[in-house]
């Protein structure tokens, strides 16, 4: 394949992508790129629903192959809240303090062994042809009661992983690479990128 387009404005993301995908294609676009991309929406009840919209309208928009994702934060007692309202847990306006600072009040009266959740990262790949492909990555844990760790954003620090009895704030960026669910969900990606490549192009 060699043209793509990541349906985000994140810079940050961006990086990620292009140094994750090196050697798998000739040019990489975003959002940012393209004058007039379109603002999708994320009206599904799924994470797998807004991704698929949003990489979708991203393919029609460019005439390329795109890739989009939806990611939040899973809390089994909470029946999958906060889920694809994760951003905006606490109100449209609401920032990374406002969204754990409600978390943690709906929390209040659930033991913390009780607490059992998930990050999950769904990355959705959608071509011209019409080939429509998704990737799920998860991290489990669980929600602790104070935010400990400098690191991550988010609700990375009311999340305790599992296996490191440290909040995803608390890790190094090697670790969290390692098993955060946006890196599996791209790995997966990478991977049939990689068994595909040819059909693609």
Do not use: W
Not at 14 to 35: H, K, P
Not at 65 to 74: C, I, M, R, T
Not at 138 to 166: H, N, W
């Amino acid at each position: 394949m060699k043209r793509l387009v990541v349906a985000t404005r994140n810079k940050g993301k961006i990086r990620e992508i292009t140094a994750l995908l090196s050697g798998l294609l000739e040019s990489l676009s975003s959002a940012a790129d393209l004058v007039g991309f379109p603002e999708t929406v994320e009206d599904g009840h799924t994470f797998e629903e807004n991704a698929l919209k949003k990489a979708r309208e991203a393919c029609l928009f460019s005439g390329l192959p795109a890739l989009a994702d939806d990611s939040g934060l899973v809390v089994e007692a909470l029946g999958g809240a906060p889920g694809v309202h994760s951003a905006r847990y606490a109100g449209d306006d609401a920032d990374d303090a406002g969204n754990n600072a409600k978390l943690l009040t709906v929390c209040r009266e659930i033991p913390e062994q009780s607490r059992q959740a998930a990050f999950v990262s769904v990355l959705a790949f959608v071509t011209p042809l019409g080939v429509e492909q998704l990737f799920t990555g998860r991290v489990t844990g669980r929600i602790i009661s104070e935010g400990r760790g400098e690191g991550g954003f988010g609700y990375d620090p009311l999340f305790l992983v599992d296996g490191f009895d440290r909040t995803m704030a608390e890790l190094t960026l090697a670790e969290k690479n390692s098993v955060s669910h946006r890196a599996r969900a791209f790995m997966q990606f990478k991977e049939y990128l990689m068994a595909h490549n040819g059909e693609l192009s």
